[in-house]
């Protein structure tokens, strides 16, 4: 394996002399330490110097104790699950899949049992806004809505000249949260072939 | 440098690099746990990761960019050990593979968005240094922990040529030769480097013990 650093830098530079063997006399040297200790006798700046690099190892070791409580807090995990590799490459094509999901949930039998089930506490509320509302409050606290996009996108207004005033419309969004347990990817079959659709499913990268 | 001087602290990891010729019952058993873990066996893989995660932290707080957490950066790495460990058919250049695995994340930490907010983050806390404002680890009375992260302040301005044999060593224990095998350099090299790694954490210290004065 190549070092993807350079080394070029250490023969341009190197590290002075009394440098390297209070390196040495750090990291625990026996024969550095005498040696720095021999030379400290003729020049006592040099041991001050020694005491110094030996309190930057007692740093280096508080260092070391954080690194490894970090460390041992990881641990390894149960199964592949590069989730965020996968879709953060994906980009657009994450979110036009997504949508996608989210029509065919639409249009799945689900919904006509969430539809009923809404006009079943429908009566409760006095207005749309009321029901709307009461919608973002309980996805809020089940943890689906992460909030509203504001403010609303405008599509366009006109004055409705009977005097109650203007026509404003609007499109709300909200973020939603869902999980799925598969989404789908449209892709050409060749240059000019028909498009297909690609079932990706957690823990395989691509099955169709 | 003496390598037996860290004998007793070396991490296991390594062990394998620097055991004698005539041990070759352990090397035979590391390279049965790494076929395992190939495998995809559960337990195997968590023992290779957990001999190898100290150093690789040592690792990636040498390459990680300000305001990255190591940790973030070392589930990145346990989960591509996870994902790709049966890519590897050579047990002995498992090391190798890590350490490039984790250059990799680091660098890609920086290229994040991540790295911005956790930046600006980083930037309120020095902000808040100078100030005379305390770190929350040191409201809650972990002066040790700030300590220490001050220091892997200091050591993250390093050049990563220079922070990682550093921390390598003095972080993990690692001898001259088996960082030099780990970047693939002559132990010359990894010396100087060491020395002077340590110079310039001296000056930055020295100058920042003048700045507080």
Redesign the interface.
């Known amino acids: ?7 070029d ?2 023969s341009n ?4 002399e009394l ?2 063997l ?3 006399a ?7 330490l005498a040696e720095v200790r021999v030379r400290g006798a003729a020049d006592p700046s040099v041991l001050d110097e020694l005491t ?2 030996q ?3 007692l ?10 409580r ?13 989730t965020r590799e996968r879709w953060a490459g994906a980009g657009w094509a994450v979110a036009a899949v997504l949508a996608i999901a989210w029509l065919m949930q639409l249009v799945s039998p689900g919904v006509a049992a969430r539809e009923a089930s809404v006009a079943g506490i429908a009566p409760a509320f006095q207005s749309s806004e009321e029901a709307f509302d009461a919608y973002v409050a309980k996805a809020r606290e089940e943890g689906v809505l992460s909030g509203e996009v504001a403010p609303p996108t405008l599509l366009g207004s006109r004055e409705l000249g009977d005097g109650r005033g203007f026509e404003v419309v609007i499109i709300r969004q909200v973020i939603e949260r869902r999980v799925s347990p598969e989404i789908y990817r449209i892709t050409p079959a060749g240059e000019s072939g028909p498009r297909r659709t690609l079932i990706i499913r957690p823990r395989t990268d691509l099955v169709q | 440098m003496d390598g037996s001087a860290h004998t007793h602290n070396q991490h296991r990891a390594f062990a394998a690099s620097d055991r004698p010729a005539s041990e070759p019952a352990r090397s035979l058993a590391e390279a049965r746990l790494f076929e395992r873990a190939a495998k995809g066996e559960r337990d195997a893989l968590v023992e290779v990761w957990r001999a190898n995660r100290r150093w690789l932290a040592a690792v990636l707080a040498a390459h990680a960019p300000r305001g990255v957490d190591v940790e973030d950066l070392l589930q990145d790495v346990a989960e591509t050990l996870v994902a790709k460990c049966h890519h590897i058919r050579d047990p002995g250049s498992l090391r190798g593979w890590l350490r490039v695995v984790a250059i990799n994340a680091a660098r890609m930490a920086a290229r994040s968005r991540g790295v911005e907010l956790r930046a600006a983050r980083e930037h309120a806390l020095e902000h808040a240094r100078e100030h005379g404002l305390r770190h929350p680890a040191a409201l809650r009375g972990d002066d040790e922990r700030e300590r220490a992260r001050e220091t892997l302040e200091l050591i993250g301005r390093l050049p990563p040529l220079y922070a990682e044999p550093l921390l390598l060593q003095s972080a993990q224990g690692l001898s001259q030769r088996q960082i030099a095998e780990l970047l693939d350099v002559p132990e010359t090299t990894v010396e100087t480097r060491l020395a002077r790694g340590r110079r310039m954490l001296r000056e930055m210290v020295r100058a920042l013990e003048g700045q507080a004065t």
């Open positions: 394996m190549n070092d993807p650093q350079t080394s830098a250490d530079d190197p590290a002075t440098d390297v209070l390196s040495r750090v990291a625990g040297d026996g024969a550095a110094l690099w309190a930057d190892e740093r280096l070791a508080r260092v070391a104790r954080e690194l490894q970090t460390a041992d807090s990881v641990d390894a995990p149960r199964s592949r699950s590069r």
